[in-house]
């Protein structure tokens, strides 16, 4: 009987508030020994340390490196962290993970993944919204072919969480201080869902807005998205409304997929519902949804499928490269916003 492979050693460097959720799935993920917690703040990396298994505490990314014998490192730190620390892992040749918004520019963005592409390294952006187990159903059921042309996917982003001037204070303070809120911390998840379910992105209009002045960004705003395919996506958010769930945060709002067959409508506590055209019934599809982690455990979907690319080879969604699309399109939004004008890609 053939040995079985050792524990792929992984270390983590942020230990912030998202932070948890990633080290709550190495710490559940099997074949994977979570042994490295990094942090500035020694007393964050030594908490979650303790909380989540990890022997070994640093406060530098370079003497984790250096120190830890890693087979994966995972970065869950702000963009303009990012490059560096992409470039320190590469150096290195360790498989990387890295949190969206990725990096701080579309341009360093860029260069980043040449970087690692140059020293044969693999790259992964941390967008989990695609693997929620509701958007996964989804996928199957528009890969399947009975729901026919597609016309339409609308988002209504409705967290509820914008409101006044405490608005994020409480989770992610730095929020206020954005100057491009909405798309660049959160459309962006919409912009890669999209792409997920209806192909590529041809053009897009904007129109966005700041509803709350004690923050610096946009935190509305709708945007149309063009696709090769002749669908269309819309994109209609506004952070201060909310909507029905018992956990806002869990979808964020509502989402309906238009087709000539029928319609399919996700509500904001996860549930998929499946309405043949010309009928008022409709039927419940099972997504296998979770309810720990996060939004339908999608953290520890995502770090399980990179687990499998290093393994086994398995296909890798998110590689740096393909990730730059969705940067390109949130930069053509922003472009779109500020000439008050269509942008074709």
């Not at 079985?4 to 990633?22: C, D, E, I, Q, T």
């Not at 890969?143 to 409480?170: H, K, M, N, V």
């Not at 919409?190 to 209806?198: C, E, K, V």
Request: with cysteine.
């Amino acid at each position: 009987m053939a040995d079985a492979p050792k524990p792929l050693r992984v270390g983590v460097v942020g230990a912030g508030y998202f932070a948890n959720f990633h080290y709550d799935a190495w710490s559940r993920l099997p074949g994977v020994s979570l042994v490295a917690s990094c942090d500035l703040d020694t007393a964050k990396a030594t908490a979650m340390a303790g909380r989540y298994g990890a022997a070994q505490v640093f406060s530098n990314p370079e003497a984790m490196l250096d120190a830890a014998a890693l087979d994966l490192v995972d970065i869950a730190t702000p963009p303009g962290t990012h490059a560096a620390i992409v470039r320190s892992v590469a150096d290195r040749g360790l498989p990387v993970i890295c949190q969206k918004a990725f990096c701080a520019t579309l341009e360093e963005a860029r260069a980043t993944v040449d970087y690692c592409a140059a020293r044969n390294v693999v790259l992964v952006v941390h967008e989990n919204f695609r693997f929620q187990p509701w958007h996964r159903a989804i996928r199957r059921v528009l890969d399947s072919g009975e729901f026919g042309e597609i016309y339409q996917a609308t988002f209504r982003l409705r967290p509820g969480d914008g409101q006044g001037p405490d608005a994020y204070l409480s989770r992610q303070p730095y929020f206020q201080k954005m100057p491009r809120f909405l798309i660049r911390e959160t459309g962006i998840h919409f912009i890669d869902t999209f792409r997920f379910l209806l192909g590529e992105v041809t053009g897009v209009y904007a129109s966005l807005r700041r509803l709350n002045l004690a923050i610096a960004g946009e935190d509305a705003g709708i945007v149309q998205f063009d696709f090769a395919s002749g669908a269309r996506g819309l994109f209609d958010a506004n952070r201060l409304s909310d909507h029905i769930a018992e956990d806002r945060r869990r979808t964020m709002g509502d989402m309906w997929i238009e087709a000539t067959r029928g319609t399919l409508r996700l509500d904001g506590n996860g549930r998929l519902f499946q309405r043949s055209f010309g009928s008022n019934a409709e039927r419940l599809i099972d997504t296998g949804a979770e309810t720990s982690g996060f939004a339908g455990d999608s953290v520890f979907a995502l770090q399980r499928h990179v687990v499998g690319h290093l393994r086994a080879g398995a296909p890798l969604e998110n590689s740096g490269k393909d990730y730059l699309r969705n940067l390109e399109i949130e930069d053509a939004i922003y472009r779109s916003q500020q000439s008050r004008s269509y942008v074709s890609l």
